[in-house]
T-cell receptor, first 114, second 112 residues
Framework: ETGVTQSPTHLIKTRGQQVTLRCSSQ?????VSWYQQALGQGPQFIFQ???????GRGNFPPRFSGLQFPNYSSELNVNALELDDSALYLC?????????????FGNGTRLTVT | AQSVTQLDSQVPVFEEAPVELRCNYS??????LFWYVQYPNQGLQLLLK??????LVKGINGFEAEFNKSQTSFHLRKPSVHISDTAEYFC??????????FGKGTHLIIQP
């Protein structure tokens, strides 16, 4: 079975720009969540999508937005980039949105904002 | 709201020695507890999880963890470590629809 894949692997952007990160779910998974991992920190929950609807959100401003498509792939969009947005962005998929579901993580996209 | 404290940012241990990585949590609701491992330049991989039932949970790669409700702890243990266990280990808690809350991680360093 194909695991969670993320693209691109690395990205460099300038402050104020916009960025789109992409994620393909593991086969059979209908739930996708996104996490931000700053250097030396644990991942922080951004939001979760289930059947194309956002159904959970962490403490991130509205300039962080997302989409989930009918094939359950997903995008994370960040507008008006700030230097502090530099981080590893991790996508995770699961069979369903329940709290006990196992999350399967991709290898992440390393975003650098200069 | 939930929070997780990993008491050690770095744990050095000799190869084939036992190791314990400490994790304490706080939560106002019933919790589900997880340990994930992150190898360099990779995503996170689930080691084990506690949902209910037996407080001793066995996971992959010879790891196990014990849930202690009175001490609000979920420490990870392995009786004998290998060089390949060198990685970052994250304890996490989930109590609702707000995703996983992770600790800051513990870097396990295996010395030959």
């Amino acid at each position: 079975e194909t695991g969670v894949t993320q693209s691109p692997t690395h990205l460099i952007k300038t402050r104020g720009q916009q960025v789109t990160l992409r994620c393909s779910s593991q086969s059979g998974h209908n739930t996708v969540s996104w996490y931000q991992q700053a250097l030396g920190q644990g991942p922080q929950f951004i939001f979760q999508y289930y059947r194309e609807e956002e159904n959970g959100r962490g403490n991130f401003p509205p300039r962080f937005s997302g989409l989930q498509f009918p094939n359950y792939s997903s995008e994370l969009n960040v507008n008006a980039l700030e230097l502090d947005d530099s981080a590893l962005y991790l996508c995770a998929s699961s069979l369903d949105p329940s709290v006990i579901g196992t999350l399967h993580f991709g290898n992440g996209t390393r975003l650098t904002v200069t | 709201a939930q929070s997780v404290t990993q008491l050690d940012s770095q744990v050095p241990v000799f190869e084939e020695a036992p190791v314990e990585l400490r994790c304490n949590y706080s939560s106002s609701v019933s919790v589900y507890l997880f340990w994930y491992v992150q190898y360099p330049n990779q995503g996170l991989q689930l080691l084990l999880k506690y949902l209910s039932g037996s407080t001793l949970v066995k996971g992959i790669n010879g790891f196990e963890a014990e849930f202690n409700k009175s001490q609000t702890s979920f420490h990870l243990r392995k009786p004998s470590v290998h060089i390949s266990d060198t990685a970052e280990y994250f304890c996490a808690v989930r109590g609702g629809a707000d995703g996983l809350t992770f600790g800051k991680g513990t870097h396990l360093i295996i010395q030959p």
